[in-house]
């Protein structure tokens, strides 16, 4: 079965809770995770929970940190997985797992950029496709590509 990426969203932890901490990171981008291992602690304002992976796969992006306090629905973990009952989270404008970047100069898979919905609009509107951008700087939030930094990058070109 082919794999594919799908964007995990922090969970909703019911209707008062609209936030959740990262108390800790238990993987990063590169390990490969089984369905149910604990990968993150996050802290509601009433409780710390675990957070537990949803499927088998590889990590290919997690742009949080300890600290950061996330939004419900927000970009949690970008996973690479064969698990064909989560493709309702296949990411947009992800590469398919045999269309991934080549393997950088030290032989590790190149990193797959994590855009915002802002810079995804903005870089579409431009004409270009997010997912064969990889000369963008990346300085948003937790590594993530922005809506300045796309801006940036279309200033750039221009000049």
């Not at 300890?66 to 064909?84: H, I, M, N």
């Not at 947009?92 to 950029?113: R, S, Y």
């Not at 994590?114 to 963008?136: C, F, M, N, S």
Request: glycine share 8%; hydrophobic share 45%; charged share 25%.
């Amino acid at each position: 079965m082919a794999s594919f990426i799908i964007d995990v969203p922090v969970p909703s932890m019911g209707a008062t809770v609209s936030e959740l901490t990262v108390v800790t990171l238990k993987t990063k981008p590169g390990d490969r995770v089984v369905k149910g291992q604990k990968i993150a602690e996050l802290e509601s304002d009433k409780s710390i929970f675990e957070y537990e992976a949803p499927a088998d796969g590889t990590v290919i992006a997690l742009p949080v940190k300890p600290g950061e306090v996330l939004q419900s629905g927000a970009l949690f973990l970008r996973l690479d997985t064969e698990d064909a009952s989560l493709r309702h989270l296949e990411a947009k404008g992800a590469p398919a797992a045999a269309d991934a970047p080549e393997a950088g100069a030290n032989g590790k898979p190149a990193a797959v950029l994590v855009w915002t919905p802002r810079a995804t609009k903005l870089a579409q509107e431009a004409g270009l496709d997010p997912a064969k951008l990889t000369d963008i700087a990346a300085t948003g939030p937790g590594g993530r590509v922005s809506g300045d930094d796309v801006a940036a990058y279309l200033s750039a070109r221009k000049s």
